[in-house]
């Protein structure tokens, strides 16, 4: 069965820093292309970021672009995402999402909440 | 403000069918694959229809999707309460700002 799961949100003041993690288990990690994506509240979905299988394509939304860093570990089967200079713009519920077919997101975390706030 | 254009939200009776449009252009729908999602309140996401018109493992055939040149539609069939949730398309943008793209969600209501 295919699992991931999101760690590392909390709250954070506006221009700090957060690291996501999602740990993830039950498939091949290092075959499949993974992504970020968020949800502000009562919101809809945004994508953020993707990875490749072996980190070599990284693909970034353009206003994110400077800010946040998605990264990967084969070994440990993880998938990161460093954000920095946070905003209250920022506050969402942060998905890890594996890809399918064509899609990248064919599998979903059950998220992380990242609340910016002063 | 999205590239890709849903109603806020619909409504049927059980046993009925609805049919959530989701319009875009050339860019995105018109030369991409489309997938959906359904969203239960407080939960994660789920892929429901990849490529257009595949569905994901596990549903059921009430569910179908299918494409016509800039815009695509989500079939649910023989509605259910427990179908009540907020749906979403997505699929790929290729303007300048390429990436993939969501439309705002359509909630589903069963009368």
């Known amino acids: 069965e295919v699992q991931l799961v999101e760690s590392g949100g909390g709250l954070v003041k506006p221009g700090g820093s957060l690291r996501l993690s999602c740990a993830t288990s039950?498939?091949?990690?290092?075959?499949?292309?993974m992504s970020w994506v968020r949800q502000a509240p009562g919101r809809g979905l945004e994508w953020v970021s993707s990875?490749?299988?072996?980190?070599?394509?990284?693909h970034t939304a353009y206003s994110l672009r400077g800010r946040f860093t998605i990264s990967r570990d084969n070994a440990t089967n993880s998938l990161f995402l460093q954000m920095n200079s946070l905003t209250v713009e920022d506050s969402a519920i942060y998905y890890c999402a594996r890809g399918m077919g064509s899609t990248w997101f064919g599998y979903w975390g059950q998220g992380t909440l990242v609340t910016v706030s002063p | 403000q999205s590239v890709l254009t849903q109603p806020p939200s619909m409504s049927a009776a059980p046993g009925q069918k609805v049919t959530i449009p989701c319009s875009g252009s050339?860019?995105?729908?018109?030369?991409?694959?489309v997938s959906w999602y359904q969203q239960f309140p407080g939960t994660a996401p789920k892929l429901l229809i990849y490529?257009?018109?595949k569905r994901a493992s596990g549903i059921p055939a009430r569910f179908s999707g299918s494409k016509s040149g800039t815009s695509a539609t989500l079939d649910i069939t023989g509605l259910q309460t427990g179908d009540e949730a907020d749906y979403y398309c997505g699929t790929w943008d290729s303007s300048l700002r390429a990436g993939p793209v969501f439309g705002a969600g359509t909630k589903v209501t069963v009368l």
């Open positions: 039950g498939f091949t990690f290092s075959s499949h292309t």
């Open positions: 050339n860019s995105n729908i018109g030369n991409n694959h």
């Open positions: 990875i490749d299988n072996n980190g070599t394509f990284i």
């Open positions: 490529e257009n018109n």
